[in-house]
């Protein structure tokens, strides 16, 4: 989903909660860069929605194309939105 790339963008508030959830999905995000988790970002999705790497979140950046097929490849799991 394009519009997925809008998570790691710094200028977006992420203060929604889902159902029962106790934490934003703000909390969510920094608590996965916080474990070490990194997240790669579409450059042809920020591109299309003007996101610029200036713009991204502590622990975002946008990947290559290589880079995001290596690590869809290496990954046992994959969370796509």
């Known amino acids: 989903d394009l519009e ?6 710094s200028r977006q508030p992420l203060g ?3 159902g029962a959830q106790e934490r934003t999905i703000g909390e969510i995000y920094d608590g996965f ?4 988790g990194e ?4 450059p042809h999705c920020a591109e299309a929605v003007g ?3 200036s713009d991204l ?3 975002a950046k946008i990947g290559t194309f290589e880079q995001i097929a290596g690590a869809v490849l290496a990954a046992d ?3 796509d939105y």
Request: charged content about 25%; some cysteine.
């Open 51 to 53: 996101l610029r790497a």
């Open 39 to 42: 997240v790669l970002v579409c």
């Open 16 to 18: 929604l909660r889902g």
């Open 4 to 9: 997925g790339v809008r998570l790691a963008d």
């Open 77 to 79: 799991k994959v969370l």
């Open 33 to 36: 860069v916080a474990a070490g």
């Open 57 to 59: 979140r502590k622990g």
